[in-house]
């Protein structure tokens, strides 16, 4: 790669192509028939979430030499199981909540590998919707009779009927779907256009109530969201997927898991502090528990959010397009609400325990660990605020029954993570979409991305995995 024209120090990138070149040409190959003639690679890795700890096991099992950086003095980034101050063996994932068979293929495949078992994960089962401040169950939003009073038109009202509340969008956006020729390349659809205007736009061209409009708008553009449900369609992953699963135990099991084989590669407390790259290597600059101390290597995987990517400074500087997406890029901010109760409450209730609020303080609940024997409950869910008594306070206000005993109320705000905060990247609003892909994947001389924002289809564990295998496969086959 030709050196960018901004370097400030000619003398210092020369040490730097010295010293990185030297150490390249004194590397050994690979063992085996198989990788006979290739040569061993020392890679970095930065961020030990779900993608950095996938990018540094599959280089690892190709022979490389491989160091991973995690700043936070644990590894799993957004993947989080609580137990502490849970009552006989209650846990609750904190972070990444569920998978399901269609859309997780290569997660399937490491929970084979490391034995991990999975389970069932009824949160979408009979579920309760409030709308405003009252509480719809699906049977209620089957019905033609309710669905009208609701304020959709008749169209819409048939289209949910015959499908589910949750697919309500699809009536407006599915016909457009095919239009993609390929899960890389949205604007080969001949929808640009759809760039300029926002869901609740295309929805509106297209002839929907104001009650659909509300329901299922919003402000992201609407070529996105038409990408994103075109991803689903071109992999056989239905748009609304009611049965999920999650790993026995906490889905943390599978970054353990990974943990465990990378053994002393992998190196806790130790935030990257600089970056200076060249055209034969990367200098990486870091703190282990405070002692500052530098690396040279071939490459360079950051596999951190670009929040904090943002933090750091780099020599020579990122290109504007790149400088753009890292500075801009937005992501999801959500906190986990616990609720542990004296008794699974709901069943005197005769009430389903997963629930969907949509207010501020209290999005959504659902029960976990209903496989650990205990005669006490636990509910889990999401919110955007600071004070699990909030959550606790909306629950209350809204819950429809009268047995409520909740006797501990907790919450992981994600917001003040200062490593792992950012969940998953948010839609682009209109206009935007083009500068963000395919840039936000694009690898720089020998510093590559991985992190569930640069996979096409960020969906949660899947994303950030596939996007670790990518940078693992492009850096073993250079």
């Known amino acids: 790669m030709k050196q960018p024209d901004s370097v400030s120090s000619v003398s210092r990138r020369d040490i730097l192509k010295v010293a990185v070149g030297g150490a390249l040409a004194a590397r050994p190959t690979v063992s085996g028939a198989q990788s006979q003639a290739k040569t061993v690679k020392k890679i970095v ?85 409030f709308i405003g401040e009252s509480p719809y169950s699906e049977e209620m939003l089957a019905d033609r009779k309710t669905l009208k009073k609701l304020g959709l038109n008749q169209r819409e009202v048939e289209f949910v009927a015959r499908h589910s509340w949750p697919e309500l969008g699809m009536l407006y956006l599915g016909p457009y779907l095919d239009s993609f020729p390929d899960e890389t390349r949205p604007f080969d659809a001949g929808l640009n256009d759809l760039d300029r205007i926002t869901v609740a736009d295309l929805l509106r061209k297209d002839g929907a109530s104001p009650a659909a409009i509300e329901f ?108 753009y997406v890292i500075q801009n890029m937005s992501y999801e901010l959500k906190t986990r609400v616990i609720f542990q109760s004296r008794t699974p409450f709901w069943e005197s209730d005769s009430i389903s325990p997963n629930i969907s609020f949509s207010q501020r303080e209290l999005t959504s609940v659902w029960r976990m660990a209903e496989e650990v024997s205990s005669s006490r409950g636990l509910l889990i869910g999401q919110g955007r605020t600071s004070e699990a008594g909030h959550a606790l306070a909306k629950f209350r206000q809204l819950y429809p029954g009268k047995s409520e005993n909740i006797e501990q109320a907790s919450l992981v705000n994600w917001a003040l993570d200062p490593w792992s905060g950012s969940c998953l990247p948010v839609r682009r609003p209109p206009g935007e979409l083009a500068r963000f892909w395919p840039e936000v994947s694009r690898p720089r001389g020998p510093i590559h991305f991985a992190s569930v924002c640069v996979d096409c289809f960020p969906n949660g564990l899947e994303g950030g995995i596939r996007a670790g295998q990518q940078a693992a496969k492009a850096i073993d086959g250079a």
């Open 45 to 129: 890795v930065a961020g030990a979430g779900i993608s950095g700890l996938c990018c540094a096991y599959e280089l690892m099992k190709r022979g490389h030499e491989v160091v991973l950086l995690e700043a936070a003095g644990r590894s799993g980034g957004h993947i989080l199981t609580i137990r502490d101050r849970l009552a006989d063996g209650l846990y609750a994932d904190g972070g990444a909540e569920h998978f399901y068979r269609s859309a997780y293929a290569e997660l399937y495949r490491y929970l084979e590998e490391f034995e991990l078992s999975i389970i069932p994960y009824h949160r979408r089962d009979s579920m309760i919707r």
């Open 216 to 323: 299922r708008g919003g402000t992201s553009s609407a070529l996105h969201t038409l990408w994103s449900a075109a991803i689903k369609k071109m992999r056989g992953i239905p748009q609304y997927e009611k049965v999920v699963y999650r790993i026995r135990g906490g889905n943390q099991r599978i970054t353990d898991a990974f943990s465990a084989r990378l053994g002393p590669r992998l190196r806790l407390g130790s935030p990257l502090t600089a970056i200076e790259y060249g055209d034969s290597g990367v200098r990486a600059q870091y703190e282990e528990f405070g002692e500052s101390k530098e690396i040279e290597a071939d490459h360079l995987v950051l596999c951190m959010s670009f929040r904090e990517l943002r933090r750091i400074p780099v020599t020579p500087q990122w290109p504007e397009s790149k400088h």
